[in-house]
């Protein structure tokens, strides 16, 4: 293995596409092509995956970056398992279930995490006039869910099942169907409500409020209960006050994302991609999410999915 064996956030604190890159440097820094799964054309992955790749080119680096856009976080992980990327983003609930082989993945994947990025918020959205106030009123309801092989399938469906809403007498209708297709969706009244995993604010989402009257339904209720079944991956955090129109904060569920690596590549190009990343941060955040900073100490904290040695090595060189 090139990169050595993946490092758990203790030790790193404390103390197919093999061939794409050329390995260790001759002294001049990494050389090479890496390519990052993103995400669907005009979402946040794929916005963030150009802007990453346009930070590493900025620098004139032998290093290079070619985002790939993709169905998302499920699709990503299976393709860096499977060796076609080499890097890959992924909600933290998805990159953990890939680790620990459960759920969606029917065996545990070699994923290693390079940092967590920034949080989604995971937005409800029903038509201000229509009769979802809450998680329970979907029942019985169609639901867009987000599209095949992204990660907000599996927090949309985690949500569901806390709210007894898969299964029984009245289930969910739950359709398939990304961003554009799910708020188009529910502008035209096909579905009663839409799922959304993304930064705020997003602006497709900014986009129908300002031409639909819509409300966001609170999720702070089930939080809780998710964190307590499945971990520090989700958060309860708020939509604020002034997102979107809104007169005062809505209370949902967060869930981290991270940039997630193959175990096999060079420790020097992860060093050198999170140098870019800490460096630039602000812009490249900026192009998914208002107000987010990234910290050391927020970035190291990628649950059961180990740091790449290279990621436990830059930590350890630039924070001790």
Known sequence: MIGG????????LLGG??????????GGGPTGSLRLASGPEGGPYNAFGRSFADAVA???????VTPVSTAASVDNLRRLDGGSVDLALA???????????????????AVTALARVYVNYIHLIAPADGP????????????????????LQVTAKRL???????????PVQEETLGLAESLAALRAGEVDAVFWSGGVPTPAVAGLSAQLPVRFVPLDDVAGTLRERYGPVYSAVTLPAGAYG???PIGTVGVGNYLTAR??????????????LFDRWATLLRAVTAGARLEPRFAVSTGAVPLHPGAAAYYRSVYG
Do not use: M, Y
């Open 160 to 170: 569901l099942q806390q709210a007894a809403l898969t299964g029984g007498a009245a």
């Open 263 to 276: 175990p096999g590549v060079p420790e020097d190009a992860v060093r050198e991609l999170l140098r870019i």
């Open 132 to 151: 979802v106030h809450e998680l329970a009123d979907l029942a019985g309801r169609r639901v867009a869910t987000g599209a095949a092989g992204s990660g």
């Open 17 to 26: 596409a093999a061939a794409v890159l050329a390995g260790c440097s001759d």
């Open 5 to 12: 064996a993946p490092v758990t956030r203790r030790a790193a």
């Open 91 to 109: 909600t933290a609930d998805a990159a953990e279930d890939a680790v620990l082989g459960r759920d969606t993945f029917a065996r545990p994947l």
């Open 246 to 248: 809104l007169r005062s």
């Open 58 to 64: 900025a620098g004139r680096r032998r290093l290079s």
